[in-house]
Structures are given as structure tokens and as C-alpha cells.
């Protein structure tokens, strides 16, 4: 009676023994990476491992499987048959551990735990920041942060790898989310400190569109808002360089290459004694804010839910500190405030 006890109890649970020998949870991480990326190359740079380790954990799971689990189109791979069913069951078994990993964190509480966050490119000056100042409040605590584009944050978030994502505007086509708003991002326009605008009060947008200007890349949220207030004055910016990066651009300004808007969280470390100058510019600064965001109906661990509360908390801080850099956000800051004050006021006196 007991060995068919036992026999109908092993019967009902399917334990893939010949996979558990034979494959490891590192081959299957880069294998789910590569077909993921749709590159060897993107995979080794995400896993922080060499090509060759990469193409070695390939060849060792393709011997496990006993089937070819890629083949090559030019300079391309493309996962086979088996290959899809295999990434198919690898996203399926990461999100289970995934759900397990937040619940056992949950079940111990805040004393240790593991953050995942993508952020957009801008976004790494910002981050940092607000995630060193939790880290100093929970020591136990876990961090992993990406930082990549626009395109591959929205990517990522549909494939639900991370926690928490911080973007420059909440996606509004491409996936449903809730999105709060956790810090100002001003855009500003940025020169040497030599060029003979610096100083100069309310410079006309017009001025501005006849000097060499350096513009981010097609897709990028700065290039399309710095176009917008172009556009609506009727001017088009002098452009003399496309740069796909921020510090680029920062280093381009510097070497007299021409002027660019940029976030004023690119100037946080070096602040006011910097290299480059804020110019005072009629429409900007562009005022815009950071979200963090999450998929709608995702829920939260413990340790996810309260970064949220307490990035939203620590967003009075930020913008001290973006007014020491420069001390005219402080009173741009204030203006809504005035405004509403003196709408009160009328109010008041109607009555």
C-alpha cells in the first residue's frame, strides 16, 4: 500500500529530470537573453559575460536539448522551432521565480529584498540619486538598474523584467500603466561659458535659432519637446549635429560645437561651477516632470511599494536641490502657487 502511495504521488508531479541534469538556470538566462536581444553580442553585454562564455552556455544547452536551438540569417540569429517553444517555457519559468523571489522578500520584510528598475537614458542622473538616499534608510536592500532607451524600457515592461520604471512621459499607446510623478525635469539650454549670450536676460527664442545648435536623436522625448517650442514659434533651430547621447552633447557644448537643450539633471554632479552655462531664454525652460511607472494591474512587492512612496515623498528635496543649481527654478517653481493664490484672492473679493 505504501509503494503505490509513493508511486501515485511521484506519478502526479512532473519533475523534468533529464533537463535538471543537463541544463543549468545560467544557460537558460542566456539563451532567454539572446533570442530576447536577437544578439549574441546585446546578450554578453547585458549579463556582463565575454561572447565566447556566451556562445559556450549555447552550445552546452543545444547538446541538453539534443536539438539546434538558433539558426543564422546573414548576420542574424533566429531561434528554431525548438528554440521558440524552449524561450516560450524560459519566460514562463522566470516569471514564476520571478513572483516567488518578491513573496519569500515580502515574507521577510524590509530587512533585505531586491529592487529591479529600467530607467531612460536621462533618468541615470536621477535614479542614482533617489535610490542612494533609500539605500542609506534600508542597507538591506538589493538594487538592479538598467538604463536604456525609450523603445526598450516599453519592451521591457510588456515582458514584465523589472519593478519599477522611470520614464520622462507614461507611455500612452503602448501599454496601459500607472504613472506618478516623483520630480521636475526641467529642459534647458545649455552653452560654454564663453559664448556672449551667457548673462544676457529673456533671449529671444528667434536669437536662438540662428546659432549652431546640437539636437539628440530622432525618438528621443528632449529632441521632440525642443522642436515643439521651435515649431510654435514658427522657427526652426539651426541644427549642426545629431549625438545620441547626453554626455556627448555635454562635451560637444563645451568644445564650442554649438548650444543644446538638455535636462538640468545632466548638470548634477559638477552643478553651477561646471563647464557649461544656463542660458536665460524666452520659453524655457521646458518644464516636464519624471514618472515612475509600472504596468496597470501589476502588483507591487513590498520593497517596490515603498521606493514609490518614498520617491513620491523625497520630490520637495529634489527640487531644492535643482534650484541650487540654478536659483531661477526656485522662483518658476513657486509661479503656479502664486497664480492660484491670487485666483483666491479675486475670489474672495467677488464675494
Same mark, same amino acid.
Given at each position: 500500500?505504501?509503494?503505490?502511495?509513493?508511486?501515485?504521488?511521484?506519478?502526479?508531479?512532473?519533475?523534468?529530470?533529464?533537463?535538471?541534469?543537463?541544463?543549468?538556470?545560467?544557460?537558460?538566462? $542566456?539563451?532567454?537573453?539572446?533570442?530576447?536581444?536577437?544578439?549574441?553580442?546585446?546578450?554578453?553585454?547585458?549579463?556582463?559575460?565575454?561572447?565566447?562564455?556566451?556562445?559556450?552556455?549555447?552550445?552546452?544547452?543545444?547538446?541538453?536539448?539534443?536539438?539546434?536551438?538558433?539558426?543564422?540569417? @546573414? !548576420?542574424?540569429?533566429?531561434?528554431?522551432?525548438?528554440?521558440? #517553444?524552449?524561450? #516560450?517555457?524560459?519566460?514562463?519559468?522566470?516569471?514564476?521565480?520571478?513572483? %516567488? =523571489?518578491?513573496?519569500?522578500?515580502?515574507?521577510? @520584510?524590509?530587512?533585505?529584498? !531586491? %529592487?529591479?528598475?529600467?530607467?531612460?537614458?536621462?533618468?541615470?542622473?536621477?535614479?542614482?540619486?533617489?535610490?542612494? =538616499?533609500?539605500?542609506?534608510?534600508?542597507?538591506?536592500?538589493?538594487?538592479?538598474?538598467?538604463?536604456?532607451?525609450?523603445?526598450?524600457?516599453?519592451?521591457?515592461?510588456?515582458?514584465?523584467?523589472?519593478?519599477?520604471?522611470?520614464?520622462?512621459?507614461?507611455?500612452?499607446?503602448?501599454? /496601459?500603466?500607472?504613472?506618478?510623478?516623483?520630480?521636475?525635469?526641467?529642459?534647458?539650454?545649455?552653452?560654454?561659458?564663453?559664448?556672449?549670450? $551667457?548673462?544676457?536676460?529673456?533671449?529671444?527664442?528667434?536669437?536662438?535659432?540662428?546659432?549652431?545648435?546640437?539636437? !539628440?536623436?530622432?525618438?528621443?522625448?528632449?529632441?521632440?519637446?525642443? *522642436?515643439?517650442?521651435?515649431?510654435?514659434?514658427?522657427?526652426?533651430?539651426?541644427? !549642426?549635429?545629431?549625438?545620441?547621447?547626453?554626455?556627448?552633447?555635454?562635451?560637444?557644448?563645451?568644445?564650442?560645437?554649438?548650444?543644446?537643450?538638455?535636462?538640468?539633471?545632466? %548638470?548634477? *554632479?559638477?552643478?553651477?561651477?561646471?563647464?557649461?552655462?544656463?542660458?536665460?531664454? #524666452?520659453?524655457?525652460?521646458?518644464?516636464?516632470?519624471?514618472?515612475?511607472?509600472?504596468?496597470?494591474?501589476? =502588483?507591487?512587492?513590498? $520593497?517596490?511599494?515603498?521606493?514609490? /512612496?518614498?520617491?513620491?515623498?523625497? =520630490?520637495?528635496?529634489?527640487?531644492?536641490?535643482?534650484?541650487?543649481?540654478?536659483?531661477?527654478?526656485?522662483?518658476?517653481?513657486?509661479?503656479?502657487?502664486?497664480?492660484?493664490?491670487?485666483?483666491?484672492?479675486?475670489?474672495?473679493?467677488?464675494?
Amino acid at each position: 500500500m505504501g509503494l503505490s502511495d509513493d508511486t501515485s504521488y511521484t506519478s502526479a508531479v512532473a519533475v523534468p529530470d533529464y533537463l535538471i541534469r543537463h541544463a543549468t538556470l545560467r544557460q537558460l538566462q $542566456v539563451f532567454e537573453a539572446i533570442v530576447r536581444l536577437g544578439s549574441f553580442t546585446r546578450a554578453a553585454e547585458e549579463l556582463f559575460l565575454t561572447q565566447p562564455t556566451v556562445s559556450m552556455q549555447i552550445r552546452k544547452l543545444n547538446d541538453a536539448m539534443g536539438l539546434p536551438l538558433f539558426e543564422h540569417v @546573414g !548576420r542574424n540569429v533566429k531561434p528554431t522551432e525548438a528554440g521558440l #517553444e524552449l524561450y #516560450e517555457a524560459c519566460r514562463r519559468m522566470f516569471e514564476i521565480m520571478a513572483n %516567488l =523571489e518578491t513573496k519569500i522578500a515580502d515574507l521577510k @520584510g524590509m530587512k533585505c529584498g !531586491r %529592487l529591479r528598475m529600467a530607467v531612460i537614458s536621462t533618468a541615470k542622473y536621477l535614479a542614482p540619486e533617489i535610490l542612494g =538616499e533609500f539605500s542609506r534608510l534600508y542597507p538591506g536592500i538589493e538594487f538592479s538598474l538598467k538604463v536604456s532607451n525609450r523603445e526598450r524600457i516599453i519592451e521591457r515592461m510588456h515582458a514584465n523584467e523589472d519593478d519599477l520604471y522611470i520614464m520622462g512621459q507614461a507611455p500612452e499607446d503602448e501599454i /496601459e500603466v500607472d504613472a506618478f510623478p516623483i520630480a521636475p525635469n526641467p529642459l534647458v539650454v545649455l552653452a560654454p561659458k564663453s559664448h556672449p549670450l $551667457v548673462a544676457k536676460k529673456k533671449i529671444p527664442l528667434s536669437k536662438l535659432a540662428k546659432e549652431p545648435f546640437i539636437i !539628440r536623436e530622432p525618438g528621443s522625448g528632449m529632441r521632440d519637446a525642443t *522642436l515643439r517650442v521651435f515649431n510654435a514659434a514658427g522657427l526652426r533651430p539651426n541644427v !549642426r549635429m545629431e549625438l545620441g547621447s547626453n554626455e556627448a552633447i555635454k562635451h560637444a557644448v563645451v568644445g564650442g560645437l554649438g548650444l543644446s537643450v538638455l535636462s538640468l539633471h545632466t %548638470l548634477t *554632479l559638477e552643478g553651477a561651477e561646471g563647464p557649461v552655462a544656463i542660458l536665460d531664454v #524666452e520659453h524655457f525652460p521646458i518644464m516636464r516632470q519624471w514618472y515612475i511607472v509600472y504596468p496597470k494591474g501589476k =502588483e507591487l512587492s513590498l $520593497v517596490a511599494r515603498t521606493f514609490l /512612496e518614498f520617491a513620491i515623498s523625497n =520630490e520637495p528635496q529634489i527640487r531644492e536641490r535643482m534650484g541650487k543649481i540654478w536659483p531661477r527654478l526656485k522662483t518658476l517653481f513657486q509661479e503656479p502657487k502664486k497664480s492660484t493664490a491670487r485666483k483666491k484672492k479675486r475670489k474672495t473679493a467677488k464675494k
